[in-house]
Antibody
Framework: EVQLVESGGGLVQPGGSLRLSCAAS????????MTWVRQAPGKGLEWVAN????????YYMGSVKGRFTISRDNAKNSLYLQMNGLRVEDSAVYYC????????WGKGTTVTVSS | QSVLTQPPSASGTPGQTVTISCSGS????????VTWYQQVPGTAPKLLMF???QRPSGVPDRFSGSKSGTSASLAISGLQSEDEADYYC???????????FGGGTKLTVL
């Protein structure tokens, strides 16, 4: 069964850092764009960043540029999101999505930024 | 405020047809294909339609998509109780160099 499993979420103070991971299984990971999407409590979906198959292209939403870094390791079928300088407004469920049209989604990992 | 505009809510009775609209601009819907996602509260989103009109395997043909100019729409015919969910449109925006989502439409089956 195709599966994406996120991990690394948790409670962190403002200004802190977290590294999210997404492990893919039964999924031809290296052939697809990969994306992070977040959803704040009670809010809609918000695209965060995506990365090309070989990592040569990366795109970020405006408010996370310079703070978040997306990366991937095709040998490990894994996607990452390094989040630095976290703000309260970054609190959300973070989903990993795979495919050019985001056709596969993980169940998400919760990030809470609070003092 | 979302770059793509969707009505916040929609409703219908079982068997009816409901249409959800998604309005954008020339830098997104006007020049890019649109995808639609269904999200049952408490669960991850699920791809429903891409690009514009194609359904992934397993999505009933009661769901159909269309696009014209800078707008797109999702139609659900033969409405069923299990269709109650939040629906999001999304596309790539060439000006922002990023994906943009609509604010979501909460569908209630009365």
């Amino acid at each position: 069964e195709v599966q994406l499993v996120e991990s690394g979420g948790g409670l962190v103070q403002p200004g802190g850092s977290l590294r999210l991971s997404c492990a893919a299984s039964e999924f031809t990971f290296s052939t697809y764009w990969m994306t992070w999407v977040r959803q704040a409590p009670g809010k809609g979906l918000e695209w965060v960043a995506n990365i090309k198959q070989d990592g040569s292209e990366k795109y970020y939403m405006g408010s996370v540029k310079g703070r978040f870094t997306i990366s991937r390791d095709n040998a490990k079928n894994s996607l990452y999101l390094q989040m630095n300088g976290l703000r309260v407004e970054d609190s959300a469920v973070y989903y990993c999505a795979g495919g050019d049209y985001m056709h596969v989604w993980g169940k998400g990992t919760t990030v809470t930024v609070s003092s | 405020q979302s770059v793509l505009t969707q009505p916040p809510s929609a409703s219908g009775t079982p068997g009816q047809t409901v249409t959800i609209s998604c309005s954008g601009s020339s830098s997104n819907i006007g020049s890019q294909s649109v995808t639609w996602y269904q999200q049952v509260p408490g669960t991850a989103p699920k791809l429903l339609m891409f690009p514009n009109t194609q359904r992934p395997s397993g999505v009933p043909d009661r769901f159909s998509g269309s696009k014209s100019g800078t707008s797109a729409s999702l139609a659900i015919s033969g409405l069923q109780s299990e269709d109650e969910a939040d629906y999001y449109c999304a596309t790539w925006d060439t000006s922002l160099s990023g994906w943009v989502f609509g604010g979501g439409t909460k569908l209630t089956v009365l």
